[in-house]
T-cell receptor
Framework: DAKTTQPPSMDCAEGRAANLPCNHS???????VYWYRQIHSQGPQYIIH???NNETNEMASLIITEDRKSSTLILPHATLRDTAVYYC?????????????FGDGTTLTVKP | DTAVSQTPKYLVTQMGNDKSIKCEQN?????MYWYKQDSKKFLKIMFS???????INETVPNRFSPKSPDKAHLNLHINSLELGDSAVYFC???????????FGQGTRLTVV
C-alpha cells in the first residue's frame, strides 16, 4: 500500500468547513483513497473513498487532484462531534477491506 | 444492535496470565480482523480471517492465537501476557466485495 502524509493536527471553528489534506505521491493506478476517523476511545469509522473522481456522501466530500497525488477531505459544516483523528489510507479496491495501513493521521479539533 | 461487538471492554490482568477477548459481528461479513493500538495511538493489523481461515498473520508473537469458530466470531487468545501487550485491541469485519470495514469499540487490555 502507498504511503500517505498528513499534517499532525488542525483546528477548525464550529460551523465552518474543515479541509483535511493528504499527500499520496506514490499511489498506484489501482489504489483507491480511503478516509477513516477515530473519535476518542472508539473504533475507527469509515467516512468515504474514491479513485479519481470527486465523491460526496452524507458525511463528507473527497476531492482528488487530477494527478491523484493528493486529496482533501471536506467536512462542510464541522461540529464539535467531528473532533477526531482522521486517517487517509490508500489501498487496492476490494482486497481485504479491513487490512488497512493506518498512519499517524490528522487530529482535528473543532472549537466553539 | 451493535454491528461488531467485543467483550470485555476493559481487562486488567497480571503478567504471565492467559486471557481471551471475544468478537462477534452480526453483519453477515465473511472477513474479520484484529488490530492493536498501542500507547502512541498507532493502529496496526494483527490478523485477518476469511471464512474461518487465516489469511493474514502480521509479525505477531505466537503467544497470540486467533480462533474463529464460525464466520461471525473471531476470538483472540493471548498466552503468558507481558507488560508490552498493554494496548487497545480492535476487532473489525468486512465483506470481501465491499469497500469499508466496521470496527468494534475496542478492548483496553492492561497488564500489570
Amino acid at each position: 500500500d502507498a504511503k500517505t502524509t498528513q499534517p499532525p493536527s488542525m483546528d477548525c471553528a464550529e460551523g465552518r468547513a474543515a479541509n483535511l489534506p493528504c499527500n499520496h505521491s506514490t499511489i498506484s493506478g489501482n489504489e483507491y483513497v480511503y478516509w477513516y476517523r477515530q473519535i476518542h476511545s472508539q473504533g475507527p469509522q469509515y467516512i468515504i473513498h474514491g479513485l479519481k473522481n470527486n465523491e460526496t456522501n452524507e458525511m463528507a466530500s473527497l476531492i482528488i487532484t487530477e494527478d491523484r497525488k493528493s486529496s482533501t477531505l471536506i467536512l462542510p459544516h464541522a461540529t464539535l462531534r467531528d473532533t477526531a483523528v482522521y486517517y487517509c489510507i490508500v489501498r487496492v479496491y476490494n482486497t481485504n477491506a479491513g487490512k488497512s495501513t493506518f498512519g499517524d493521521g490528522t487530529t482535528l479539533t473543532v472549537k466553539p | 444492535d451493535t454491528a461488531v461487538s467485543q467483550t470485555p471492554k476493559y481487562l486488567v490482568t497480571q503478567m504471565g496470565n492467559d486471557k481471551s477477548i471475544k468478537c462477534e459481528q452480526n453483519l453477515g461479513h465473511d472477513t474479520m480482523y484484529w488490530y492493536k493500538q498501542d500507547s502512541k495511538k498507532f493502529l496496526k493489523i494483527m490478523f485477518s480471517y476469511n471464512n474461518k481461515e487465516l489469511i493474514i498473520n502480521e509479525t505477531v508473537p505466537n503467544r497470540f492465537s486467533p480462533k474463529s469458530p464460525d464466520k461471525a466470531h473471531l476470538n483472540l487468545h493471548i498466552n503468558s501476557l507481558e507488560l508490552g501487550d498493554s494496548a487497545v485491541y480492535f476487532c473489525a469485519s468486512s465483506r470481501t466485495d465491499n469497500t469499508e470495514a466496521f470496527f468494534g469499540q475496542g478492548t483496553r487490555l492492561t497488564v500489570v
